[in-house]
């Protein structure tokens, strides 16, 4: 599928693994690589594990871009709330299993999906933007919103909050803690019993649930994309 994302399909299920060989950085090679698998999977009418490398699920999007290419941070910017949009409205199931650390947009990635399975140590989640010196864009702020508890959002999202695997499951982060080597078999027991679901019941189902949700990030979206261009593209 890609150097950068392993796709394997067995039995109904595909497992997608983000692998740069470093901290798997949202960059725009890896967003397409994601979404090419999501192609895939959606090809399929697979039930999708999303897991990454050893002890990193993902480290956020690339910030070396930032300093590089303004008109490729605007892109991999977009890329990365359109992929969020997409998990949100994938037809089947996405299971995340979060190996490890999940940090800005790879925090967004995971609140993207519908059942988020994590390693119950060594794992930090980590909303840091405004430690490094960023707004959060108001569609992650949606994104956050919709998943993560009143209290733990502003915790989070305004203070830059750094939380454990049992924070996390406290927070909304995760649904569920399992030992780092169960952590793929508890993802492949739980993607099977989301196999004997409907598919067309819960694809309505979702959307209905996703509705209000996927309307604020859509109005965010519009509103940050303009923002962006003018901050980084109007000059």
């Given at each position: 599928m890609s150097e950068l994302v392993n796709y394997q399909f067995t039995d109904g299920i595909a497992t997608l693994v983000m692998d740069d060989g470093k901290a798997n950085v949202m960059s725009v090679a890896m967003l397409k690589a994601l979404n090419g698998a999501l192609n895939q999977a959606e090809a399929d009418r697979a039930v999708v594990i999303l897991t990454g490398?050893?002890?990193?699920?993902?480290?956020?999007?690339?910030?070396?871009?930032?300093?590089?290419?303004?008109?490729?941070?605007?892109?991999?910017?977009?890329?990365?709330?359109?992929?969020?949009?997409?998990?949100?409205?994938?037809?089947?199931?996405?299971?995340?299993?979060?190996?490890?650390?999940?940090?800005?947009m790879g925090a967004f990635l995971l609140l993207s999906t519908d059942i988020r399975i994590g390693v119950d140590q060594g794992a930090k989640f980590h909303v840091n933007e405004l430690i490094v010196g960023l707004t959060v864009p108001k569609v992650f702020v949606e994104v956050c919103r919709q998943r993560l508890s009143p209290a733990h959002l502003t915790q989070a999202v305004c203070t830059a909050e750094p939380y454990s695997p049992q924070m996390a499951l406290e927070a909304g982060f995760l649904d569920q803690l399992t030992p780092a080597d169960t952590l793929q078999t508890e993802a492949r027991s739980r993607a099977e019993r989301l196999l004997k679901l409907d598919a067309a019941a819960f694809q309505a189902t979702k959307s209905r649930v996703r509705r209000p949700a996927l309307e604020a990030m859509r109005q965010a979206f519009d509103e940050d994309l303009i923002g962006w261009q003018q901050q980084f593209l109007d000059h």
């Amino acid at each position: 599928m890609s150097e950068l994302v392993n796709y394997q399909f067995t039995d109904g299920i595909a497992t997608l693994v983000m692998d740069d060989g470093k901290a798997n950085v949202m960059s725009v090679a890896m967003l397409k690589a994601l979404n090419g698998a999501l192609n895939q999977a959606e090809a399929d009418r697979a039930v999708v594990i999303l897991t990454g490398r050893e002890s990193i699920f993902s480290g956020g999007f690339d910030l070396a871009v930032f300093k590089r290419d303004k008109a490729e941070l605007v892109e991999m910017l977009e890329a990365g709330a359109q992929l969020s949009e997409r998990l949100m409205t994938f037809p089947r199931p996405v299971i995340a299993a979060c190996n490890g650390h999940a940090v800005a947009m790879g925090a967004f990635l995971l609140l993207s999906t519908d059942i988020r399975i994590g390693v119950d140590q060594g794992a930090k989640f980590h909303v840091n933007e405004l430690i490094v010196g960023l707004t959060v864009p108001k569609v992650f702020v949606e994104v956050c919103r919709q998943r993560l508890s009143p209290a733990h959002l502003t915790q989070a999202v305004c203070t830059a909050e750094p939380y454990s695997p049992q924070m996390a499951l406290e927070a909304g982060f995760l649904d569920q803690l399992t030992p780092a080597d169960t952590l793929q078999t508890e993802a492949r027991s739980r993607a099977e019993r989301l196999l004997k679901l409907d598919a067309a019941a819960f694809q309505a189902t979702k959307s209905r649930v996703r509705r209000p949700a996927l309307e604020a990030m859509r109005q965010a979206f519009d509103e940050d994309l303009i923002g962006w261009q003018q901050q980084f593209l109007d000059h």
